[in-house]
């Protein structure tokens, strides 16, 4: 395919879309990390897509690396997943009723994350969080969790305190509306400081009910586990008698096929998954060891429900995506792309000597305007903010999508070709040595 036509951005039939999308949405957005309150502008209006590309309203055409905020592994519309989904919308699009495709989709998630024996589909990575502390909870009988600084766990209120994702970019420390009785109730650590969650077990001893984490940090961008990390926070919780909760909404089927609880060999009590088990629709999930699962209505008395939960199109989408995922040599081929994404991004970093560093976990990537490298919030939200959203704006124009955020991943698909990555790099080098000029 060819690079995206460079012409002058013409932006008409979009201002006048979120013209209106403003005067009856909040702010012209349905979620807030879709804003582009913090590199300027209007969002893109997007009028459809298909594999690594997005056209807008105007049709101006784009390579995607949000690609629905790492939900879409494959791509756009890829014809699996199409097909699976059309197939079952003519059979119906919700029963509230049990199917077969919730048995198979649960199946193949076992299979894959040997900590799932059982699981609970919902229809957001929020109610799956949500739903997996409160079975902590009242596993333990505990109330107190601890959450680490920088990571994003959905919007439930006990995640909104020094959370990443839009919270991070909007700098909302603390949200108004949650209960101060609530909040006292999640205890923060800094990412990568086991010294610090050690304290918090020593200061509140036997009222921990658990710890949750993302495995790989994604939501202050991307921010790796430092060695042993993982581990220690399994020790500390199995000593403790806590629970270890990883949030792989993001790394779930990401990183490799069984998650980064396979990566580094960490095996939690819970995990909730999301964004690509639903392979593009809303699907999302929560499981754990058997005795843990059957706590949960109807067999135990800790209740969750959800009117679309298991839905039948999302299942149909996540099997087909699992499916082409399980594929020998996906992730390999995947890998391989997104490295050679990282490495052209690093020798573009050396040729411009743009104050930035790089940072990528499989798929998943960050540049971030910071000349240390970033292990921690911290550390994040020093980065040149400003200078992000510079360089967000080069690469717009010369179509190369990027999260509108210093605080977000890119995420690389399968259907990132060699050659979109090559002209995606050729277009940082320029966004790059632009944004150094300017200052
Ligand atoms: C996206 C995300 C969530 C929330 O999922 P939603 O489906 O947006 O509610 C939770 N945890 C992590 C790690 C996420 O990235």
Request: net charge neutral; with cysteine.
């Amino acid at each position: 395919m060819s690079a995206p036509k460079q012409v002058k951005k013409e932006y008409r039939h979009s201002h006048e879309i979120f013209r209106r999308a403003t005067e009856v949405l909040v702010g012209g957005v349905n979620s807030p990390v879709r804003a582009f309150r913090a590199v300027g502008g209007d969002p893109i209006v997007v009028d459809h897509a298909a594999g690594a590309r997005l056209w807008d309203a105007d049709g101006n055409e784009y390579i995607d690396y949000v690609c629905s905020w790492g939900a879409l592994i494959l791509g756009h519309a890829h014809p699996k997943v199409v097909e699976a989904i059309a197939g079952q919308a003519g059979r119906g699009t919700s029963y509230g009723m049990p199917t077969e495709l919730e048995v198979e989709l649960a199946a193949r998630i076992r299979a894959a994350l040997p900590s799932c024996e059982k699981v609970r589909f919902v229809s957001s990575g929020t109610e799956a969080t949500m739903s997996a502390v409160r079975l902590a909870r009242a596993a333990t009988g505990r109330d107190l969790i601890v959450k680490f600084e920088g990571c994003y766990h959905g919007h439930a209120d006990s995640f909104l305190s020094e959370a990443g994702s839009g919270l991070a970019t909007l700098g909302i420390a603390a949200c108004p509306g949650v209960p101060s009785a609530l909040a006292a109730l999640t205890l923060n650590a800094p990412y990568n400081d086991v010294a610090s969650v050690e304290k918090l077990f020593d200061q509140h001893r036997d009222k921990i009910a658990a710890v949750i984490v993302e495995p790989i940090a994604a939501n202050m961008g991307v921010v790796p586990p430092m060695p042993g990390f993982l581990r220690n926070l399994r020790e500390i919780t199995t000593r403790h008698g806590a629970l270890l909760i990883f949030d792989e909404v993001i790394t779930g089927f990401r990183v490799c096929y069984g998650g980064a609880q396979t990566t580094f060999g960490v095996t939690p009590d819970l995990t909730t998954l999301g964004k690509i088990i639903g392979g593009g629709l809303p699907a999302a999930a929560y499981g754990g060891g058997r005795d843990l699962m059957d706590r949960v209505a109807p067999l135990g008395p800790v209740y969750q429900a959800g009117t679309l939960s298991g839905n039948p199109l999302a299942m149909s989408a996540g099997i087909a995506t699992l499916d082409l995922l399980a594929a020998p040599g996906f992730y390999e081929s995947l890998g391989d792309r997104a490295k050679r994404l990282g490495d052209g991004i690093a020798s573009a970093l050396r040729e411009t000597g743009a104050s930035a560093t790089a940072a990528r976990v499989g798929s998943l990537l960050t540049l971030f305007f910071s000349r240390e490298p970033v292990h921690d919030y911290a550390r994040a939200k020093k980065c040149d903010t400003q200078r992000f959203a510079a360089f967000f704006r080069a690469m717009l124009d010369r179509g190369i999508f990027l999260a509108p955020s210093q605080f977000e991943a890119l995420f690389v698909s399968a259907a990132h070709s060699d050659a979109d990555i090559d002209h995606t790099i050729a277009a940082c080098r320029e966004s790059l040595a632009a944004v150094s000029a300017s200052s």
